[in-house]
C-alpha cells in the first residue's frame, strides 16, 4: 500500500484558534480524506508550538505556570478539530516527552555533522514573531506583522551553518526533487536563496521556555528549530517504526509566512542530519477578514466556533475553503458566507439530491441503461476534479463539482421526466448516478453530510425508506 505522510504548521499555543488556522487544517484533511479514498495508508499530522519567550509572558500574565497555559490552549486547538472532523493520525505537542526526546536526537546529528558553532548575535527580536527582524521592515518601529516594540538583544548564540547548504538546497527546489507549489512561492525561495542569506541562531540565550540545548545547558534550543522538528518526532524518530514507515513528508501545508523557515532552514536542518527532504511544500496564501487583516485591535477576528453553530462543521469547511484559490492571498466576506450557503448548499447540492431522491420514491427504480451525455459530464467532471485535486487546489476542484450540479439541475428542468415514462428510468438512472458520484467528490469536503446521503441512497435503492423519512442535508438559514 502506498503512504502518504501530510502534515499542517502545528499552532503557537499563545491565543485561541481562529478561522486562519482552521483554513490549513480543513484544508489538509480534505487532501488526507482524498487520499485514502485513493487507497493510500495516510499519517496527517498537526499539533501546537508550546515554547518559547512569548508564551512564558503570555502565562505569566494569566497567573499561571507555562505548562499549565498551555495545556488550556493546545486543548482548544484539539477540541477545536474533533468538532470541526478532522481525522488527524496524532497531535504533536512540543512539551510532550516524545518531541522533547526527538529533538535533541536531531541536535545531536547536527552537533555531529559539526554544523553548529558558537557565535554572538546582535540584533532587533519580536516577541510576536518569535524571530529577529531587521531595522528596514519596522513600520514606525514596530513589527508590522504584531504592533511590537523589537528588543534589541546581544547575545551568545550558536548557529547553524546554513552557508554550506544553500548551494544543495538551490539544486533540489530548482529540479522540483524538492517541489514548491505554487510556482510563484517557489520563484520568491530562489530569490531568496541567491541574496546573501545569514546563518541561523538555534540556541537562544535568555529564554527559560524551552528546550535546553545539550551542549550548553544555559542555552535553550530556539523555538523555530523545536518547532519544525514535531514533523519527524511526530513519527517518533529517530527509531520508530512509524518514521521508517511514513517519512519523508509527501507534503507540508503551510502558509505563506512561514514560507522561508520550511523551505530553507528546513530542508537545511535535514540535510545536514542526513535525513531524506520533504517531497512537496504547499504553500498557501494568507486572507484578510472584509477587506482587512484579521488582529484582535480590529476586532474581526473570526471565531470558527460561531461558524460551526450556524452553518454545522460539514458547511464551515465547504465555506472556508470555497472562498478563493489557496494559490493566492484572498479575503473572507463574513457577510458572504450566508448567501454561499444558500447558493451552493441549500439551494444547489441539497435541493438536487432533494429532487433526485423525491423522483426516486415517487416512480420505481427500473434497470435501464444511461444517458450518455450524463455519462460524458460525469467522466469528465471526475478527469478534472483529479487533476485539481492531485496539485492541491481544492477550491477549483471544487468548481468542477458545481458544474456537475447545475448541470443535473438544468438536465431535470429539460427533461422533466415525469412527463415521459418511456425514458423515465433512463433519466432517473443517470441522475442517480451523477448523485452517486457528487457524493463521492465532496466526502472529502463534508464528510458526515455526504455519508448521510449516501447512506439515504442506499436504503432508498434497496427499498427500505421509511415513507416519512427525510434527508435534511442543508436546511436554509
Ligand atoms: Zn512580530
Known amino acids: 500500500m502506498n503512504k502518504f505522510y501530510i502534515t499542517t504548521p502545528i499552532y503557537y499555543a499563545s491565543g485561541e484558534p481562529h478561522i486562519g488556522h482552521a483554513f490549513a487544517v480543513i484544508f489538509a484533511d480534505v487532501i488526507a480524506r482524498y487520499k485514502r479514498q485513493k487507497g493510500f495508508d495516510v499519517f496527517f499530522l498537526t499539533g501546537t508550538d508550546e515554547h518559547g519567550s512569548k508564551i512564558a509572558e503570555k502565562a505569566k500574565a494569566a497567573g499561571k505556570n507555562p505548562q499549565e497555559y498551555v495545556d488550556e490552549i493546545s486543548k482548544l486547538y484539539a477540541d477545536l478539530w474533533k468538532s470541526l472532523q478532522i481525522q488527524n493520525s496524532d497531535f504533536i505537542r512540543t512539551t510532550s516527552e516524545k518531541h522533547k526526546a526527538g ?65 544543495f538546497i538551490k539544486e533540489k527546489i530548482g529540479n522540483n526533487e524538492l517541489k514548491i507549489i505554487p510556482e510563484s512561492r517557489k520563484n520568491e525561495i530562489l530569490n531568496i536563496l541567491s541574496a546573501n542569506l545569514p546563518d541561523f541562531s538555534v540556541t537562544r540565550e535568555k529564554v527559560q521556555w524551552g528546550i535546553p540545548f545539550p551542549y550548553e545547558k544555559e542555552q535553550i534550543i530556539y523555538v523555530w528549530a523545536d518547532a519544525l522538528t514535531n514533523y519527524l518526532s511526530g513519527l517518533d524518530f529517530p527509531d520508530g517504526e512509524k518514521f521508517k514507515k511514513y517519512w519523508p513528508a509527501d507534503a507540508h501545508i503551510i502558509g505563506a509566512d512561514i514560507n522561508k523557515f520550511h523551505s530553507i532552514y528546513w530542508p537545511a536542518l535535514l540535510m545536514s542530519a542526513g535525513i531524506a527532504l520533504p517531497r512537496k511544500i504547499f504553500v498557501h496564501g494568507l486572507f484578510t477578514v472584509n477587506g482587512q487583516k484579521m488582529s484582535k485591535t480590529l476586532g474581526n477576528v473570526i471565531d470558527p466556533k460561531v461558524l460551526i453553530e450556524k452553518f454545522g462543521p460539514d458547511a464551515t469547511r465547504y465555506l472556508l475553503l470555497s472562498q478563493f484559490p489557496a494559490f493566492e492571498h484572498g479575503d473572507i466576506n463574513e457577510n458572504g458566507f450566508m448567501e454561499k450557503y444558500n447558493a451552493d448548499l441549500a439551494n444547489g447540492v441539497g435541493n438536487l439530491f432533494g429532487r433526485v431522491f423525491a423522483m426516486a420514491r415517487r416512480f420505481e427504480i427500473k434497470e435501464s441503461g444511461l444517458d450518455n451525455e450524463v455519462v460524458k459530464i460525469i467522466n469528465e467532471t471526475k478527469e478534472k476534479y483529479e487533476k485539481w485535486m492531485e496539485n492541491f487546489q481544492l477550491f477549483e476542484a471544487l468548481k468542477e463539482v458545481f458544474v456537475l450540479v447545475k448541470f443535473l439541475d438544468k438536465y431535470i428542468n429539460e427533461k422533466q421526466p415525469w412527463k415521459s415514462p418511456e425514458n423515465l428510468p433512463q433519466i432517473l438512472n443517470s441522475l442517480l448516478s451523477g448523485v452517486e458520484e457528487i457524493i463521492v467528490l465532496l466526502s472529502p469536503f463534508m464528510p458526515q453530510k455526504m455519508e448521510a446521503a449516501n447512506d439515504f441512497l442506499n436504503r432508498l435503492k434497496s427499498g427500505k425508506i421509511q415513507p416519512d423519512e427525510k434527508l435534511g442535508l442543508f436546511p436554509r438559514v
Open 103 to 167: 529533538v535533541e536526537k536531531f541536535i545531536e546529528k547536527l552537533w555531529q555533522a559539526g554544523d553548529i558553532y558558537q557565535g554572538e548575535y546582535e540584533g532587533l527580536y519580536c516577541a510576536g514573531c518569535e524571530n529577529f527582524i531587521l531595522e528596514k521592515d519596522l513600520a514606525n518601529g514596530l513589527c508590522p506583522d504584531h504592533l511590537l516594540k523589537p528588543e534589541l538583544v546581544k547575545e551568545k548564540n550558536y548557529f547553524f551553518n546554513l552557508k554550506k547548504y544553500i548551494p
